[in-house]
């Protein structure tokens, strides 16, 4: 599995993905059950309410070799600081639509 990362704007300053990448690392939580080797190709963030740059960022990290899209907890389950993105559900649908169905989409990572 090649994984792009796709993380809040607005949370970066106070989460470097750590535990994102730890979960990838360990095959836990959202990456419970993956038998193959877990490749994290990128990590970037929506650009921003309302997180349109998140279309085109993750379509970069397709054409860089991702199978996988995770949307990191951030964004869909407002870690660290309870806020879930009132966008996620276009953002996600707008990533679906532009990267195609053959790309896995991950919807949280912790």
């Known amino acids: 599995m090649k994984v ?3 993380r809040c704007l607005q ?3 106070m989460c470097p ?3 994102c990448i730890k979960v990838m690392d360990k095959k836990v939580l959202a990456f419970k059950g993956i038998e193959e080797d877990i490749v994290l190709i990128g990590v970037n963030t929506c650009g921003g309410c309302p997180g349109k740059k998140a ?3 993750a379509a970069e990290m397709v054409r860089r ?3 996988t899209i995770a949307l990191a907890s951030c964004i ?3 870690n660290p600081i309870g806020f879930p993105c009132p966008h996620v559900e276009q ?3 707008a990533i679906e639509r532009e990267v195609g ?3 896995r989409m991950i919807d949280y990572t912790h």
Do not use: Y
């Open 65 to 67: 070799g991702a199978d």
């Open 76 to 78: 869909t389950r407002g």
């Open 4 to 6: 792009g990362l796709i």
């Open 11 to 13: 949370t970066e300053d």
């Open 101 to 103: 169905q053959e790309i």
């Open 55 to 57: 279309v085109s960022r």
């Open 91 to 93: 953002m996600k649908a």
């Open 17 to 19: 993905a750590t535990t």
